[in-house]
């Protein structure tokens, strides 16, 4: 078992860099982070690592314009993170490495993207929703307020506030920020494939994502499993051993199933 640095041009040809967890199996699986995160951050390189001590691939990488990966950072972005990127990596690994994915799993904003990718392929049979969001137009008033449309309708943009400790803020344009709005989870959820397994896990406290979001997903997905860990916040930091044990079951009977 090893881990690699890979390198994958996305549909802009930007590269996005990411990191192979090895263990040489034909199905892998492909993670990805949530808003203003990248490839590093604790819950995605748990599940990464007990992935593969399991025997199965793993591969994580950043969206472009974070982390490490080329490409300007941009709010919204939902459209290119499902087209643009995650689609790029799925291809380049099922068609240069001869890979099968078996699972896409995204954390956050990731956990909005590995559904909306499900609502427009049909080449991937398990998701992964970690405190996804339901309703967009609620998250945007929470992170910049009610009078959000009126500033940005006056100036075009507003540039806001970073709450990780010491990293930059970030501007958003109106095109982010109705591309945001105009992300519509309920009508692509619909459009999931019948045949195509989701597991969503939220935990009751998180603060950033109310975990009734979880529940509107499990009311429209068709094949659907939904895990609620009391106590756990937005991250699950205090609950990483709980949430490994949620998400290992299910990627093992997607494996036993791709076989």
Known sequence: ???????????????????????????????????????????????????????????????????????????????????????????????????????????????????????????????????????????????????????IEKQGFIDAKNHQKGKPGYRVTKEGLIEGLNTDMHQACLKIDKECRVLTVHGTEDKTVPVEDAKEFAKIIPNHKLEIVEGAGHSFSEHQALLISIVMKFVKTAVVKNH
């Open 1 to 151: 078992m090893t881990q690699q640095k890979i390198t994958i041009p996305n549909s802009r040809n930007e590269k996005l860099e990411g990191i192979l967890h090895e263990t040489e199996s034909r199905e892998i699986i492909v993670l990805c982070h949530g808003f203003l995160s990248r490839k590093e951050s604790t819950i995605i390189k748990n599940l990464a690592t007990a992935i593969e001590k399991e025997g199965i691939s793993a591969f994580r990488f950043d969206f472009s314009g974070n982390g490490m990966s080329e490409g300007i950072f941009s709010y919204g972005n939902y459209s290119h993170e499902t087209d643009g990127d995650l689609r790029s990596v799925i291809q380049h690994l099922s068609n240069n490495m001869n890979r099968v994915v078996t699972t896409i799993l995204g954390h956050s904003k990731g956990g909005d993207v590995v559904l909306l990718y499900a609502s427009k392929y049909r080449d991937i049979r398990n998701v992964i929703n970690l405190s996804g969001r339901y309703d967009m137009r609620k998250g945007i008033v929470d992170r910049f307020g009610e009078d959000v449309f009126e500033r």
